[in-house]
């Protein structure tokens, strides 16, 4: 087993932080532990390095009010090394260890291969990603739109604009099953009865050519394209779209929408690149007050960090504040049960991504009213609000 303190002496070497579970010893008023595990290096690091700089800030912001029950807040990151057997080791190190709660894995394959160990004994889990179907009352938390939520709301913004023939491509990972699942069902549901996939075409996640997949979506006549591939492989079918002439809206996950990757891409993006995000990816443009004021309060937060938000900060801001939240509202030491028993019955707090209901939303705390299409502006250099809640047309 990969010890947990080599571990997070490595992470440390990167970040000198990290996240995820509260640490028992409390009786010295030392800083209150928290562990995430996150994907800072291998082929999710580009969203995980950026989850693990969004803590630092959300730490110094927690003990600039207080702390938690008066002790400062330490955020512990635990690198997987996009690697889910290496999620399993850190989970049964974590459960050992007797944490009640933690954030994490940051991606659909890690989340789950931990699910299992302990969706129903706990330590309660924030998993990072929406492409995670936690077992109902279980410890396994995804505070994210479902991505079936997602998948509706992308298929309806495209409907709403008059554009019915859709193609998708999608690596065959985890996140690219899911993502054929939940836009099998968007395109069954009712509404969508005029809209007709005309093409699915796959693709393994190392290949480096889609070039015959893409001949075979081309022949078809598609008026947009789907691919919820994240990274390296949607750089992939990035390229080989701008290869094969094929500049059509494209939409792909919120993960997709870090701005380091998007400028690495910007010789070959199309001129319409969307991506089904959270209202977050939006801070300011929600038309409620309180979670607009909790999203300027992250742009704020991050601005005085030289950041700007971006897939990874909106990503883990949210539950980041939720495991604070539930560490302030339970004793000191508190046990997992504690833990699961106070986030399960939350109502009502407003985050950047929606009002938080965990009885009307079990597992997940929002729904699709919270799913926001966004698209790179190419002018500002930014993302910008593309449809309203639920990819509703603006």
Not at 326 to 352: D, F, Q, V
Request: proline share 6%; charged share 15%.
């Amino acid at each position: 087993m990969i010890s947990l303190i080599r571990r997070v002496v490595a992470a440390v070497g990167v970040f000198a932080l990290a996240t995820g579970a509260v640490s028992a010893d409390t009786a010295n008023g030392s800083p209150i532990e928290v562990y995430a595990i996150l994907s800072t290096t291998g082929a999710a690091a580009f969203i995980g390095n950026i989850e693990a700089r969004a803590l630092q800030v959300i730490e110094s912001e927690t003990n600039a009010n207080g702390g938690i029950h008066g002790r400062p807040v330490h955020f512990t990151v635990l690198d997987d090394e996009s690697n889910p057997q290496t999620d399993v080791e850190h989970a049964n190190e974590l459960v050992a260890k007797g944490v009640a709660l933690f954030l994490g894995p940051n991606t659909p394959a890690g989340c789950a291969a931990v699910g299992p160990i302990i969706e129903k004994t706990g330590p309660l889990s924030l998993c990072l990603n929406p492409f995670v179907h936690p077992m109902p009352g279980g410890y396994q938390f995804a505070p994210f739109p479902d991505s079936f939520d997602i998948a509706a709301a992308n298929v309806r913004f495209f409907r709403e604009r008059g554009l019915t023939r859709i193609a998708m491509i999608n690596a065959t990972d985890g996140g690219g099953r899911d993502s054929d699942l939940a836009f099998a069902a968007a395109f069954k549901l009712p509404e969508n009865r005029k809209v007709t996939l005309v093409a699915q075409e796959h693709y393994g996640a190392a290949d480096v050519s889609v070039a015959a997949q893409l001949a075979r979506i081309k022949a078809a006549n598609p008026q947009a394209i789907i691919s919820y591939s994240t990274g390296t492989p949607f750089g992939t079918v990035l390229h080989g779209l701008f290869d094969t002439g094929l500049n059509l809206p494209v939409a792909t996950s919120g993960g997709n929408s870090n701005l380091r990757q998007i400028n690495e891409y910007t010789r070959f993006l199309p001129s319409e690149l969307d991506f089904g995000a959270i209202v977050a990816f939006a801070p300011g443009d929600s038309d409620v007050p309180a979670i607009r004021a909790q999203q300027l309060h992250m742009v704020d937060a991050l601005k005085k960090n030289g950041l700007r938000p971006e897939a990874g900060y909106a990503s883990i801001w949210d539950s980041a504040l939720l495991a604070v939240e539930t560490l302030r509202h339970i004793p000191l030491g508190g046990t997992r049960e504690n833990a699961i028993a106070y986030l399960s019955t939350l109502k009502g707090w407003s985050g950047t991504d929606g009002s938080y209901d965990f009885v009307r939303h079990p597992q997940r705390g929002v729904g699709t009213d919270s799913v926001l299409m966004v698209r790179w502006d190419a002018a500002s250099g930014s993302l910008v609000p593309a449809s309203r809640g639920g990819g509703a047309k603006r």
